[in-house]
Nanobody, 121 residues
Framework: QVQVAESGGGLVQAGGSLTLSCAAS????????MGWYRQAPGKQRFLVAL???????NYADSVKGRFTISRDNTKNTVYLQMNDPNPEDTAVYYC???????????????WGQGTQVTVST
């Protein structure tokens, strides 16, 4: 069994900062890509940022220069540092991790249940 759990969401003022964390636990052999998606009410879920196990990153254009994704492989944890957020960043943020549970197993995506981020003016 694998669990993925986010933390750190909440209310933040526009122009402030907030850090989200996401930890994977359980029967894990290896973790590959980790990342964050978000979904606002009435809109589709889309990729905010991802980071490979080699440290390569990719960001949505709307958050480039403001958000930073990082990971600590010793803790199976990925972070999303949100700087200078604006009300358009208000959404439920979902973490995912591409995990291999045993040496010869396939890679599967595991998702957290989401954490609400609300940016106030």
């Amino acid at each position: 069994q694998v669990q993925v759990a986010e933390s750190g969401g909440g209310l933040v003022q526009a122009g402030g900062s907030l850090t989200l964390s996401c930890a994977a636990s359980g029967s894990i052999f290896n973790i590959y890509t980790m990342g964050w998606y978000r979904q606002a009410p009435g809109k589709q879920r889309f990729l905010v940022a991802l980071i490979t196990n080699g440290g390569s990153t990719n960001y949505a254009d709307s958050v480039k220069g403001r958000f930073t994704i990082s990971r600590d492989n010793t803790k199976n944890t990925v972070y999303l540092q949100m700087n200078d957020p604006n009300p358009e960043d208000t959404a439920v943020y979902y973490c995912y991790a591409e995990i291999q549970t045993w040496r010869f197993g396939a890679k599967d995506n595991y998702w957290g249940q989401g954490t609400q981020v609300t940016v106030s003016t």
